[in-house]
């Protein structure tokens, strides 16, 4: 390969990385209203901003990669949103903001985190030994976007969800691998 | 399927659509000789090369969001074909741009020349002076009369005064310019 061959197979590299990250933020913007929604709740802002962020540059960066890296993230969003929404349309819903006073919101976020495990242990990638990669994506993404609805409890509300993710996913990943 | 295309362009390009960076070189391989030879059927040697090079990169560009069912060859040719018909309207363009700069120049310009411009400049003022000789009445008769008005008198009288400051103003306007 001469010179000029070398340049332009560079330049095409160049062209190609940027086109798929390009795509990869294309791919992710329908989540940016979602993430909008969630500053309806009652978690301060700067909170929800950095969590929302956070998962937003995840996913670009996964999508970017592709391959088995970008494979969960689907699931890990469809199983994410239940967990995400429940709080907030709990307390859209009228449902006074009182963190500490009500158990409402936290029995929010366990419902959700156990109906989104049980989302999460049907529709991702079945962990398989050399090929954790996918399913660890899908768990990571899921357990991003219930964040972002929990925040409003912090560290309870999370781990809370947290808990109901993983019942949830646990006894259905069990019963795909039989 | 074209004569000569790699049968695993299709798998390559399916391959970096999934984001397989390990497909890229062979990919940049099959591909770049496959571009020249295509725009070399339709295009001038140096605009065939660079022809080629944009399709080239284009086609990396846009690699992410290649559809697996698609026949991989189609596309890259669809995509080689594009530049061809871009470089073709650049040079159609070229051989017109010439023409339309002559028209431009060679269009008059509406606008006087200096030298009308001082002519014009020196006239008003022989006419400026030619009426500043005249007497107010006379003055007042002409200005009513360019203007389409006419004063609490009778036509013919009208008529009578503005001939006569017409005239005035001719022997004046001949003694100022000097003209015949």
């Known amino acids: 390969m001469n010179a000029l061959e070398s340049r332009l197979e560079a330049r095409s590299r160049r062209a190609y990385e940027v086109g798929r990250l390009t795509h990869a933020v294309l791919r992710v913007s329908p989540l940016v209203p979602l993430m ?9 802002s700067h909170e929800v901003l950095a969590c929302a962020g956070t998962l937003l540059l995840v996913v670009t960066l996964l999508f ?3 391959q088995e890296w970008s494979v969960g993230v689907a699931p890990g969003i469809a199983a994410g949103l239940v967990p995400m929404l429940f709080p907030i349309i709990i307390q859209v819903g009228g449902h006074l903001c009182l963190p500490g006073s009500c158990l409402l919101l936290p029995a ?3 419902a959700g985190g156990l109906l989104g495990g049980s989302l999460l242990g049907i529709a991702a990638p079945r962990p398989r030994a050399g090929r954790m990669t996918p399913f660890i994506v899908a768990c990571s993404v899921a357990g991003l976007m219930g964040a972002v609805g929990c925040l409003l409890y912090g560290l309870v509300g999370l781990a809370v969800m947290a808990a109901g993710m993983a019942t949830g996913t646990a006894g259905l990943v069990v ?4 | 399927m074209e004569r000569g295309i790699d049968p695993d362009l299709q798998s390559l390009m399916t391959r970096l659509a999934d984001g397989d960076r390990s497909a890229f070189h062979p990919a940049f391989a099959v ?3 496959i571009l020249r030879r295509f725009t070399s059927r339709h295009l001038t040697p140096p605009e065939a090369e660079d022809a080629a090079q944009e399709a080239l990169v284009k086609i990396f560009r846009q690699a992410a969001r290649f559809d697996p069912t698609r026949s991989a060859t189609a596309w890259v040719l669809g995509v080689a074909g594009f530049e061809i018909r871009t470089v073709r309207r650049k040079r159609q363009r070229r051989r017109e741009a010439p023409e339309m700069e002559r028209a431009v120049l060679t269009r008059p310009d509406p606008a006087p020349s200096p030298e009308d411009a001082v002519v014009l400049r020196d006239l008003e003022d022989a006419l400026r002076e030619a009426l500043g000789g005249l007497s107010p ?3 007042e008769t002409l200005r009513l009369y ?3 008005q006419r004063p609490p008198t009778s036509p013919g009288t009208f008529r009578k005064r503005v001939q006569r ?5 001719r022997v004046k306007w001949r003694i100022t310019d000097e003209r015949p």
Not at chain 1, 36 to 44: K, V, Y
Not at chain 2, 165 to 169: E, Q, T
């Open chain 1, 36 to 44: 909008a929604l969630a500053l309806l709740g009652c978690s301060p």
């Open chain 1, 64 to 66: 970017w990669r592709g």
């Open chain 1, 108 to 110: 929010g976020c366990a």
């Open chain 1, 175 to 178: 019963v795909r691998r039989v």
């Open chain 2, 31 to 33: 591909l770049w000789p």
């Open chain 2, 137 to 139: 009445e006379d003055v």
């Open chain 2, 146 to 148: 360019a203007h389409g």
């Open chain 2, 165 to 169: 400051a017409l005239a005035r103003a």
